[in-house]
């Protein structure tokens, strides 16, 4: 069974930064890309950034150069390093892992990492 566990998350000031860190584990298939979704309150999860096998990334407008995506493929973690942090970036973070099989696209998520920016 394949299963996302994050790290890191909390509360910071505007401004600040913080990292997250997710590790997959339990899957037979390598993962095709790793990445981080956010859902803030009242709102739709929505992408933030995703990267590949390798390496490719695709970031969201919102984050560009702010946030920078790191993957550890032999190791199968994903880091997600947020810098200049916003009071709209507070969510809660979910790391995604997509396989991609014979019969499908297939999804796993972790449980999610709350982020809160605030002064």
């Known amino acids: 069974q394949v299963q996302l566990v994050e790290s890191g998350g909390g509360l910071v000031q505007p401004g600040g930064s913080l990292r997250l860190s997710c590790a997959a584990s339990g899957s037979r298939f390598s993962f095709n890309a790793m990445g981080w979704y956010r859902q803030a309150p009242g709102k739709q999860r929505e992408l933030v950034v995703v990267?590949?096998?390798?390496?490719?990334?695709n970031y969201a407008d919102s984050v560009k150069g702010r946030f920078t995506i790191s993957r550890d493929n032999a190791k199968n973690t994903v880091d997600l390093q947020m810098n200049s942090l916003k009071p709209e970036d507070t969510a809660v973070y979910y790391c995604n892992a997509v396989v991609f099989r014979s019969d499908g696209r297939y999804d796993y998520w972790g449980r999610g990492a709350q982020v809160t920016v605030s002064s």
């Open positions: 990267i590949n096998s390798g390496g490719k990334t």
